[in-house]
């Protein structure tokens, strides 16, 4: 359900969906997150085992991240009884997460800081592409809880 007079090409600031609409449509988005860094990351220069392109390591890495807060802001919102505030600060996500459910904080956590921290702000060089192969079957389990 979309609240009539307002835009609706950006159906992510309604929290008045019903709850399928709202998982389907944060699940999808979510989704196309990760396979747009999926994109990115095969462009990038690699030998038999590391990538080592830090330009697409980085933009690939961003582009996972957010797919990763798209499905956090979906579930956050999913799970909210008192109406839902977009957290502001990965602390706030992390606050809420910490209240709900402490195995999908873990996988946030280890998704944050191999994703964000590590390879979008601090990389310089190449990255193991099991590692990386693991991170976004990690983060795709994220995007999953959508699903379930």
Not at 26 to 32: G, I, S, T, V
Not at 78 to 107: C, I, M, R, W
Request: aromatic share 12%; hydrophobic share 35%; with cysteine.
């Amino acid at each position: 359900m979309v609240a009539i007079g307002l835009p609706s090409r950006d159906p992510f600031i309604f929290a008045t969906m019903t709850s399928p609409e709202t998982k389907q449509l944060y699940y999808k988005e979510a989704k196309r997150y990760l396979s747009n860094a999926k994109d990115v990351l095969r462009k990038s220069k690699k030998d038999s085992i590391h990538y080592l392109d830090a330009k697409y390591i980085r933009s690939a890495c961003g582009i996972a991240y957010l797919g990763i807060l798209k499905a956090m802001d979906g579930y956050l919102l999913l799970k909210s009884h008192n109406g839902f505030e977009k957290p502001k600060n990965v602390q706030q996500y992390q606050h809420a997460l910490s209240k709900l459910d402490k195995k999908l904080l873990t996988k946030f956590n280890a998704s944050y800081s191999f994703f964000h921290l590590w390879n979008y702000y601090q990389n310089e060089g190449p990255v193991k592409r099991t590692v990386f192969k693991d991170m976004l079957d990690e983060a795709q389990e994220i995007v999953d809880v959508l699903k379930n």
